[in-house]
């Protein structure tokens, strides 16, 4: 069973930056894909990033392309979140989540798509 851990978070003012990190327990090589989701009170999980472990390609929810960014270090099993001129509205609790099954195209902005998840890290976004 892969346990994943969330790290990062913490409260910044509108403008900053914040790097989240999520650590796996497992390698890398039982993993497929590695994907980040928020939620803020009061509203539904949304879909914020998705990158392969494969080959590192990656995918953006519209909300958030060209602010964050994610990375990842096969060696230390982590994914990075980095995110840059934030606002308020990014402000959520934020969950990375793997997918273990055999990859399959499409639908890694749901949360079905993923097997294991973390236990979220608080994102507090300040004006």
């Known amino acids: 069973q892969v346990q994943l851990v969330e790290s990062g978070g913490g409260l910044v003012q509108t403008g900053g930056s914040l790097r989240l990190s999520c650590a796996a327990s497992?390698?890398?090589?039982?993993?497929?894909?590695m994907g980040w989701f928020r939620q803020a009170p009061g509203k539904a999980r949304e879909f914020v990033g998705h990158?392969?472990?494969?080959?590192?390609?990656?995918y953006y929810a519209d909300s958030v392309k060209g602010r964050f960014t994610l990375s990842r270090d096969n060696a230390k099993n982590t994914v990075y979140l980095q995110m840059n001129s934030l606002k308020t509205e990014d402000t959520a609790v934020y969950y990375c989540?793997?997918?273990?099954?055999?990859?399959?195209?499409?639908?890694?902005?749901?949360?079905?798509?993923?097997?294991?998840w973390g236990q979220g890290t608080q994102v507090t976004v300040s004006s």
């Open positions: 990158i392969k472990w494969s080959g590192g390609r990656t």
């Open positions: 497992e390698r890398t090589f039982s993993m497929y894909a």
């Open positions: 989540a793997t997918r273990t099954r055999p990859f399959i195209p499409g639908g890694f902005d749901s949360g079905s798509y993923y097997d294991y």
